[in-house]
């Protein structure tokens, strides 16, 4: 079975604060992608990041990183210095073939 | 170069009526995804298009449910007869390709609420 778990619901943090949302997955497959997308109050998902199962390298891009651990299989994803535009809702992601498998989302609240 | 649209963005319908969602993908993206997440809960894979076919539709949740792609550009989704539990916001995505290794563009979704 497929499964992608986002076990934070909410978080709230202040502003410049650093924040992890925390992705937990299941698959059997040895290939296989995983993506984080935002979705902001406009509606639309918006891709951040894809990594592939072979590529454990951490990634940076400005403030955003993120984290893959296939050992706990995990794909953690972190916001340095927080600002109120990253509000919205992260949903990381499993595909494999042209399924995406959704984590139920983790809603960031970033407090001036 | 457009993304991909989704009309309308809000939908209220009452039980029992009929409602057809409609969704634009990216120009030349032969591949379509619909997906939709009910309140609370995981955002769920609906159907494949590659162009005009149907891929695969495992995730269509009844017979109520009817999607087209006439022409391999727009689809439509239609809801006949909409019941209580399909209140939820549907995604549209398309890619260029198809497989695991390409990125998905997604619409705003259509909020389809049943009373």
């Known amino acids: 079975a497929q499964k992608v778990t986002q076990a934070q619901t909410e978080i709230s943090v202040v502003e410049k604060e650093d924040v992890t949302l925390d992705c937990v997955y299941e698959?059997?497959?040895?290939?296989?992608?995983l993506f984080w997308y935002k979705q902001p109050p406009s509606g639309e998902l918006v891709f951040l990041i894809r990594?592939?199962?072979?590529?454990?390298q951490n990634e940076i891009s400005g403030r955003y990183s993120w984290n893959f651990q296939k050992s706990t299989s995990s794909f953690n994803f972190t916001i340095t210095a927080s600002q109120v535009v990253d509000s919205a809702v992260y949903f990381c992601?499993?595909?494999?073939?042209?399924?995406?498998?959704f984590g139920k989302g983790t809603r960031l609240h970033i407090l001036p | 170069e457009a993304g991909v649209t989704q009309f309308p963005s809000h939908s209220v319908i009452e039980k029992g009526q009929t409602v057809t969602l409609r969704c634009d993908p990216i120009?030349?993206?032969?591949?379509l995804y619909w997906y939709r997440r009910v309140m609370g809960k995981e955002i769920k894979f609906l159907l494949h298009?590659?162009?005009?076919?149907?891929?695969?539709e495992s995730g269509m949740p009844n017979n109520r449910f009817l999607a087209e792609r006439t022409g391999g550009t727009y689809s439509t989704l239609k809801v006949q007869p909409a019941e209580l539990e399909d209140s939820g916001v549907y995604f549209c995505?398309?890619?260029?390709?198809?497989?695991?290794?390409?990125?998905?563009?997604f619409g705003q979704g259509t909020r389809l609420t049943v009373v």
């Open positions: 120009s030349g993206h032969d591949n």
């Open positions: 990594r592939n199962s072979f590529d454990e």
């Open positions: 995505a398309s890619s260029l390709w198809g497989g695991a290794n390409t990125e998905a563009f």
């Open positions: 698959t059997r497959d040895t290939t296989y992608y």
């Open positions: 992601a499993l595909r494999r073939d042209d399924k995406i498998i």
């Open positions: 298009f590659v162009k005009e076919s149907k891929q695969d």
